[in-house]
Each structure stands twice: as structure tokens, then as C-alpha cells.
């Protein structure tokens, strides 16, 4: 079986091998977004950070699916409580699940979840099966890029383009070569 990649616009994907795993789930008042939270399948939800365009729609799809949402510490503290199941995570560490690996890796950017502090903001590799795949969540550019290219030598890079300040120092795709 090969991996399927679907885009839910802003950073939210779905990636399926067997198994469907959702990375930043954002549905709910996504312009964006071709399908509704309530129709989305998901086997296992990564967040990369707490803000609404990340993690808006993740409690519910949880629930829907009953798949758990892996996330930081502190957000996963904050997100229990609405009776979900949660995986904590934190830059280096790597979880199992279903034959999937996902490693958080760092990433610049905050992170609060309903005005309050959830954790380090931080990207994902996503080992599923046939392919590695980079997600930075919303992240910065950072030299760190180029050691986690050339650490988990991503075949798929996911990346925050639209910052206009990226734009503007970089150009539309010169950051990406530190993940070779």
C-alpha cells in the first residue's frame, strides 16, 4: 500500500498508509478546508502547537474517532481534560503507534491553547511505512533545519511558506535546501 497525502489547507494534513494519521487539524472557519471536522477519519492526530490554525478542530476529531492526539506535555495537560486521550511529546522524543513512528523535532514559533501556555511549539517526522515525511508546523526558518534533514533525511518536506518576512529574506524556496 502506498501513502496517500491529502491537504486540508493551512498546515493540516491527512497522511494514509492502513492507518490515517491528521497533523494540525484546522477545518472550522479554514476558508481552505474542502471537508468538515465532523467527516474527517483519523486513526491517530499530531499537534505541532496549540494555536487554533493547528489544533482547532483536534478535540473533536479525537472524539469522533476515538484516536488519541499526540502533542507537548503542557498542551496535553490542558486538552485531557475535555476527556480525550493524548500522547505526550516533546522535541527528541519519539512515539509508536499502529507501525507509524513520529518523532517531534524542534521547532521556533509559541504556543498557547485558549490563552494559555501550552508548550514548545514543535514539527514532526513521520515515518510511515514508505516514506519519511518533515512537518515544521509553523516554524521559522533555524540552522537546526539542516540537522534534522540531515539526521532523518526527509523524503517529503511540509513547511510554513507564508510568513512575509521568510518571503521577503529567503524567496519563495531557497530555505529548503538545509533539508537535504
Not at 499530531?46 to 469522533?64: Q, R
Amino acid at each position: 500500500m502506498k501513502t496517500e497525502i491529502t491537504w486540508h489547507g493551512h498546515a493540516g494534513f491527512s497522511i494514509t498508509n492502513g492507518i490515517s494519521i491528521l497533523v494540525d487539524p484546522f477545518f472550522s472557519g479554514n476558508p481552505q478546508a474542502k471537508a468538515d471536522a465532523e467527516d474527517v477519519k483519523a486513526d491517530l492526530i499530531l499537534v505541532t502547537h496549540g494555536h487554533f490554525d493547528h489544533a482547532g478542530d483536534a478535540v473533536k476529531i479525537a472524539k469522533k474517532n476515538q484516536s488519541p492526539i499526540v502533542c507537548s506535555f503542557e498542551l496535553s495537560e490542558i486538552i485531557k481534560k475535555e476527556q480525550v486521550e493524548t500522547i505526550d511529546i516533546n522535541p527528541g522524543g519519539t512515539i509508536e503507534y499502529k507501525g507509524v513512528r513520529a518523532t517531534a523535532v524542534p521547532a521556533i514559533h509559541s504556543s498557547s491553547y485558549n490563552g494559555l501556555y501550552a508548550g514548545e511549539a514543535m514539527g514532526y517526522i513521520i515515518n510511515n511505512k514508505d516514506v519519511k515525511i518533515y512537518h515544521g508546523g509553523d516554524t521559522t526558518f533555524f540552522k537546526d533545519m539542516e540537522l534534522i534533514g540531515s539526521v532523518y533525511h526527509p523524503d517529503i518536506a511540509m513547511v510554513p511558506i507564508g510568513g512575509i518576512i521568510l518571503w521577503m529574506l529567503m524567496g519563495q524556496w531557497k530555505h529548503l535546501s538545509f533539508l537535504r
